[in-house]
Every structure is written in structure tokens, then in C-alpha cells.
């Protein structure tokens, strides 16, 4: 299978064409590869949402999501992107209605800190200290979600 | 449970499918676009115009290119980048170090930008505002005590 797409791109001579068709096929793999991890967070997500852990999580963390202006569920959101990435963080958000200011912060928060697991040993293979920046991160994410939080509005 | 398994399971059955299509939304222009770029070595001349940016950052030239791989396309691609460079020619413990900060702060717009876009999110905050907030951050550490010392340890 491989062998006969390696020979039918050998024939092909535009190079916008080969891209086109690599483009197609790695970002269909890797939508599968990705949906592994989607889907299950995303069910898990919904359980959690209907399920008598919601209202006591949402009495924990209220007080902490208030610093960054956020609805008590986004921690679902929020905690989901730590330990998996940005495609977990959305995968959570799509069980939940947040409006376009909350999901930003969100966004914002999860961006600068998440997959930790994963990033931390890209950062040791390429010579970083790992733990050093994962306090960097930690403090970038409350520094950003506060800011963006409180002044998302004006930017939207 | 606060509301039926009827509701509970149609919900996601639904929330599902949506997941599904969203991704393909965006994996597959992403990757098309990531080769477009690819084969033909955009990041590689935008960085070329950018290099004039890495004396605010406290960075050598030669950190420019990762760092523009890394913040374009995403963080592996950039770690890939810096490896290949340091295999040649060794960049300073600053340089990487600044490089990090840049890189963990923000990488991979493209990919986060359509993907939280298509998720409801304010696409020039995720990217415009990140990318600005991670040059800031980085300027100011260049500037730090922690940083300068690394560059008086390695004269």
C-alpha cells in the first residue's frame, strides 16, 4: 500500500500537488490518531457533567475559577488539558455551553500550560530544565487567565 | 445522575459526531498547509526577515529559525529544528533557554488558532494576543538576572 503511494507520487511532477496529497493523508491519520484520546475525554466529560461529582466539584473549585472571571465547570476543562493537550481541553469544552469569552480563557489558560507529561520530556531531550519550566508555565497560565479573564471582553 | 441515560447517551452520541468532523475541520487543512510550508521553506525565508527581532529577544540569529518552526508549526517540529541545529553548531545555554520560554508559552498557532477557533474561541486572542504576550515575556526575561548570568558563566 505504501509502496504503490510512493510510486504513483513518483509520477506526479508538481510539488503543490504531492503536498496537497500528503497534507490529505496525514491529517486524516492523525484526526484518528487524535480521536482515540477525544472521544473518551469527551464521554468522560459528559458522565462527570450529569454525574453527583459535578455539584460538589463546582463547590471546590468556584472560588478558584472566580480569579480568572470562569464559570465553577471549566475546572473540567481546565484540569482535562493538563494531563492530556489542547485537543482534550476542546473536547471537554464541547460538553459544556460556555460563551466565546469563557472558552478564550480558557483556551488561553490551557495554552500556556498543558500536555505535561508529553512537554516536559521534550523539554529534557532538548536540554531544558524540565521542572523549571513547568513552574514557569504554571505561573504564566494563572498570570494569563487572570489577564485575559478580566479583559477578554474588551478584546472580543 | 441529574438527568436520564436516555438524554445522557443522545448527548453524546451527538457530541460525538460533532467531534469527529470538527477535527477533520481542522486536521486536514492543517496538514495541507503545514506542507504547502514545508515544501516551500516559508518558515525558513519569514524567519530570514525576522532575524532583525532576535537582539530585543537576547538571542542569537541562528535561534530565530526553530523558534519560528516551533511557533508556526508546533513544538515537536521545533524541538526537531533546534536538535538538528545544535548537531552543527551549538547554541549558547542562553539562547535555549529564551528559546523555551518563547516556545512553551506559545507554539503551534496555527494548529491552536483553528482549532479553538472552530471551538468558539476568540482566534486573534489565541493567536495575535499569545504571540504577543510570549515576545513580551521573553523580552523581559532576556533582561532578568537569571538569564544574564547564564551569558557571564559561559565567557
Same mark, same amino acid.
Given at each position: 500500500?505504501?509502496?504503490?503511494?510512493?510510486?504513483?507520487?513518483?509520477?506526479?511532477?508538481?510539488?503543490?500537488?504531492?503536498?496537497?496529497?500528503?497534507?490529505?493523508?496525514?491529517?486524516?491519520?492523525?484526526?484518528?490518531?487524535?480521536?482515540?484520546?477525544?472521544?473518551?475525554?469527551?464521554?468522560?466529560?459528559?458522565?462527570?457533567?450529569?454525574?453527583?461529582?459535578?455539584?460538589?466539584?463546582?463547590?471546590?473549585?468556584?472560588?478558584?475559577?472566580?480569579?480568572?472571571?470562569?464559570?465553577?465547570?471549566?475546572?473540567?476543562?481546565?484540569?482535562?488539558?493538563?494531563?492530556?493537550?489542547?485537543?482534550?481541553?476542546?473536547?471537554?469544552?464541547?460538553?459544556?455551553?460556555?460563551?466565546?469569552?469563557?472558552?478564550?480563557?480558557?483556551?488561553?489558560?490551557?495554552?500556556?500550560?498543558?500536555?505535561?507529561?508529553?512537554?516536559?520530556?521534550?523539554?529534557?531531550?532538548?536540554?531544558?530544565?524540565?521542572?523549571?519550566?513547568?513552574?514557569?508555565?504554571?505561573?504564566?497560565?494563572?498570570?494569563?487567565?487572570?489577564?485575559?479573564?478580566?479583559?477578554?471582553?474588551?478584546?472580543? | 445522575?441529574?438527568?436520564?441515560?436516555?438524554?445522557?447517551?443522545?448527548?453524546?452520541?451527538?457530541?460525538?459526531?460533532?467531534?469527529?468532523?470538527?477535527?477533520?475541520?481542522?486536521?486536514?487543512?492543517?496538514?495541507?498547509?503545514?506542507?504547502?510550508?514545508?515544501?516551500?521553506?516559508?518558515?525558513?525565508?519569514?524567519?530570514?526577515?525576522?532575524?532583525?527581532?532576535?537582539?530585543?529577544?537576547? @538571542?542569537?540569529?541562528?535561534? !530565530?529559525?526553530?523558534? +519560528?518552526?516551533?511557533? /508556526?508549526? &508546533?513544538? %515537536?517540529?521545533?524541538?526537531? #529544528?533546534?536538535?538538528?541545529?545544535?548537531?552543527?553548531?551549538?547554541?549558547?545555554?542562553?539562547?535555549?533557554?529564551?528559546?523555551?520560554?518563547?516556545?512553551? @508559552?506559545?507554539?503551534?498557532? !496555527?494548529?491552536?488558532? +483553528?482549532?479553538?477557533? /472552530?471551538? &468558539?474561541? %476568540?482566534?486573534?486572542?489565541? #493567536?495575535?494576543?499569545?504571540?504577543?504576550?510570549?515576545?513580551?515575556?521573553?523580552?523581559?526575561?532576556?533582561?532578568?538576572?537569571?538569564?544574564?548570568?547564564?551569558?557571564?558563566?559561559?565567557?
Amino acid at each position: 500500500m505504501k509502496e504503490k503511494y510512493a510510486n504513483f507520487k513518483a509520477g506526479i511532477h508538481s510539488r503543490l500537488l504531492v503536498a496537497l496529497m500528503d497534507g490529505t493523508l496525514k491529517g486524516l491519520k492523525t484526526a484518528v490518531m487524535l480521536l482515540k484520546i477525544m472521544i473518551p475525554v469527551y464521554l468522560i466529560v459528559v458522565l462527570i457533567k450529569y454525574s453527583p461529582v459535578m455539584p460538589w466539584l463546582q463547590d471546590i473549585f468556584s472560588p478558584v475559577m472566580k480569579i480568572f472571571n470562569l464559570p465553577s465547570e471549566a475546572v473540567v476543562a481546565v484540569v482535562s488539558g493538563f494531563f492530556t493537550d489542547e485537543y482534550g481541553v476542546v473536547a471537554a469544552l464541547s460538553g459544556f455551553d460556555f460563551t466565546m469569552a469563557e472558552i478564550t480563557t480558557v483556551a488561553m489558560i490551557n495554552l500556556t500550560m498543558h500536555s505535561i507529561p508529553v512537554e516536559s520530556a521534550i523539554a529534557r531531550k532538548i536540554g531544558l530544565p524540565a521542572g523549571k519550566f513547568f513552574a514557569f508555565r504554571v505561573c504564566m497560565a494563572v498570570l494569563v487567565g487572570i489577564m485575559i479573564g478580566w479583559m477578554g471582553g474588551v478584546l472580543l | 445522575m441529574s438527568e436520564s441515560w436516555d438524554v445522557i447517551f443522545r448527548e453524546m452520541l451527538d457530541g460525538s459526531i460533532s467531534t469527529v468532523l470538527n477535527l477533520l475541520k481542522v486536521m486536514v487543512p492543517l496538514m495541507i498547509l503545514t506542507e504547502v510550508l514545508m515544501t516551500y521553506n516559508v518558515v525558513e525565508k519569514l524567519a530570514k526577515k525576522l532575524e532583525g527581532l532576535a537582539g530585543i529577544m537576547g @538571542m542569537s540569529r541562528n535561534a !530565530i529559525f526553530p523558534l +519560528m518552526v516551533g511557533v /508556526i508549526m &508546533g513544538v %515537536s517540529y521545533g524541538a526537531g #529544528t533546534i536538535m538538528e541545529i545544535n548537531s552543527r553548531n551549538n547554541l549558547s545555554k542562553k539562547d535555549m533557554m529564551l528559546f523555551g520560554v518563547f516556545i512553551f @508559552m506559545c507554539h503551534g498557532i !496555527i494548529e491552536t488558532g +483553528m482549532l479553538f477557533g /472552530i471551538a &468558539g474561541a %476568540s482566534v486573534i486572542v489565541v #493567536t495575535l494576543v499569545r504571540l504577543l504576550l510570549a515576545f513580551v515575556v521573553t523580552v523581559i526575561a532576556a533582561r532578568t538576572r537569571w538569564i544574564r548570568n547564564l551569558e557571564k558563566q559561559q565567557q
